[in-house]
């Protein structure tokens, strides 16, 4: 295994740079048989896979030697360390990815079942801690530290927003002239698109309008998210906690078409439905 230091090039070759082996090596580093995926610590240390010895090899950057070696029972192509390739590295842990199994589980069949290994990096020594199955030869995945992940669990409950109401008395549907506007909520579990109608859970219209649907998830608790699909007209999407969003058809078929919520919600999921009627003209 080769480490680059510089780019001296010695000359060009229908187009292309060559570069002259002697200026450019930093060292050679003799990891193993078969290196592929390298990953690097905190710590001026880097960790390579070795496809045909069926190891992890831990080597120094300064040093160029080989520092611990551990065993694991696949070929391994790529592994992940935590921001292993960053500019600041984790240090903590390594996960070595398979590339062909060998006999790590029970063969189910010409194909083995493939697995990934868990590695702790943070002493001297690597120590395997845990083996689960993965995808069949994965390619390269990434390791963040969690406390760089901040995600939207709800999101906000903005009474100026656009197309939004948050409550089901205010659900109304209007008219302007071709053009219908639904103002619904998604809530555990059903839809409400018109508070005034001994319908609620109807939209009727007629042949040839075009119907917009806005409809506000309510529901405040995270991971609530809502589908709506209409059957014949091939729509669907989700509405996560607290989002609103904007769905536009053509009416250009006439009939009943059932409305249904296409991501589980709660106990009475499958009661999460309404109906669009199309009124032929």
């Not at 078969?34 to 120094?60: C, E, M, R």
């Not at 292993?84 to 589980?105: F, H, R």
């Not at 390269?140 to 008395?169: C, F, G, H, L, P």
């Not at 009943?256 to 009627?277: D, K, R, V």
Request: hydrophobic share 35%; glycine share 8%; aromatic share 8%.
């Amino acid at each position: 295994m080769t480490a680059i230091k510089n780019e001296d090039f010695q000359g060009e070759a229908q187009g292309l740079p060559i570069l002259n082996y002697d200026n450019v090596i930093d060292k050679e580093v003799e990891v193993g048989l078969g290196p592929l995926h390298t990953q690097f610590d905190n710590k001026g240390n880097a960790y390579t896979t070795l496809f045909i010895d069926s190891q992890v090899t831990k080597w120094n950057l300064e040093t160029g030697k080989v520092v611990d070696k551990v065993e694991v029972a696949y070929s391994p192509g790529h592994l992940t360390a935590v921001e292993g390739d960053t500019a600041n590295p984790g240090g903590q842990w390594l996960v070595s990815l398979n590339k062909i199994a060998k006999d790590q589980y029970l063969s189910v069949g010409p194909s083995h079942p493939e697995s990934m290994d868990l590695i702790d990096i943070s002493g001297e020594e690597m120590e395997v801690v845990a083996n689960a199955p993965s995808q069949p030869e994965p390619h390269y995945s990434q390791i963040i530290s969690a406390d760089k992940i901040n995600t939207t669990e709800v999101k906000a409950k903005d009474e100026d927003r656009k197309n939004s109401i948050w409550s089901t008395e205010d659900a109304h549907i209007e008219r302007e002239g071709d053009v219908v506007h639904v103002y619904g909520v998604a809530l555990r579990s059903r839809f409400v698109f018109d508070a005034e109608s001994d319908t609620p859970d109807v939209v009727n219209v007629r042949e040839g309008d075009t119907v917009k649907f806005h409809i506000t998830n309510i529901d405040r608790d995270e991971d609530i998210t809502h589908g709506f699909g209409i059957n014949g007209y091939n729509e669907n999407f989700e509405i996560q906690p607290g989002d609103t969003r904007t769905l536009t058809i053509e009416a250009d078929k006439a009939g009943n078409f059932p409305i249904y919520c296409t991501n589980f919600c709660s106990a009475l999921h499958q009661e999460m439905t309404g109906y669009l009627m199309v009124e032929p003209n």
